[in-house]
T-cell receptor, first 114, second 110 residues
């Protein structure tokens, strides 16, 4: 089964601080995604990537940056964290460029910004 | 802009009951449809998918898709306590664009 690993599992940050969430996948999938999950909103797409070196904006990219240094790794960066970014963040990978593509999710990172 | 809505928001059913979860979407060009299941504190995991009108059955789970009515549903036969989870529907129109609904929280009581 597809393996997507996120770190850390839990993170507490201060307002204005920098936060980096990491994701590693061992499936050799081309596509990787960052979502946030909030009650009442389901999963919302922040950034995605079609391969090493590429990042694209999703539906709610403001306040977030992404980095894809390799096929396996995809990071989400909050340069100046705000309390509104308190959420659960999920990374996912997928093989087929958006067409009938099943997503494989990591276990999530719970971020609290104080 | 695709709008995906799920109903009901939450549901409690007795063990052994048949459960029906609903998802409506707004973009008639939508082509790909999934149900994901997320147990508490865990990752969402794909449960079933359907890409053409009609019905698809896998064990106790059945998906119905009616593109003309912009509706698809998940039916669970003989619901088990282990089915208790958040169920997310997802709709794709091609490219990267997959939009998730906000979920139905199902509780199956023993």
């Amino acid at each position: 089964e597809a393996a997507v690993t996120q770190s850390p599992r839990n993170k507490v940050a201060v307002t204005g601080g920098k936060v980096t969430l990491s994701c590693n996948q061992t499936n050799n999938h081309n596509n990787m995604y960052w979502y946030r999950q909030d009650t009442g909103h389901g999963l919302r797409l922040i950034h995605y990537s079609y391969g090493a070196g590429s990042t694209e904006k999703g539906d709610i990219p403001d306040g977030y940056k992404a980095s894809r240094p390799s096929q396996e790794n995809f990071s989400l960066i909050l340069e100046l964290a705000t309390p509104s970014q308190t959420s659960v963040y999920f990374c996912a990978s997928g093989r087929d460029r958006g067409q009938a593509e099943t997503l494989y999710f990591g276990s999530g990172t719970r971020l609290t910004v104080l | 802009q695709q709008n995906v809505q799920q109903s009901p928001e939450s549901l409690i059913v007795p063990e052994g009951a048949r459960t029906s979860l609903n998802c409506t979407f707004s973009d008639s060009a939508s082509q790909y449809f999934w149900w994901y299941r997320q147990h508490s504190g865990k990752a969402p995991k794909a449960l079933m998918s359907i890409f053409s009108n009609g019905e698809k059955e896998e064990g106790r789970f059945t998906i119905h898709l009616n593109k003309a009515s912009l509706h698809f549903s998940l039916h669970i036969r003989d619901s088990q306590p282990s089915d208790s989870a958040l169920y997310l529907c997802a709709v794709g129109t091609g490219g990267y664009k997959v939009v998730f609904g906000s979920g139905t929280r199902l509780l199956v009581s023993p």
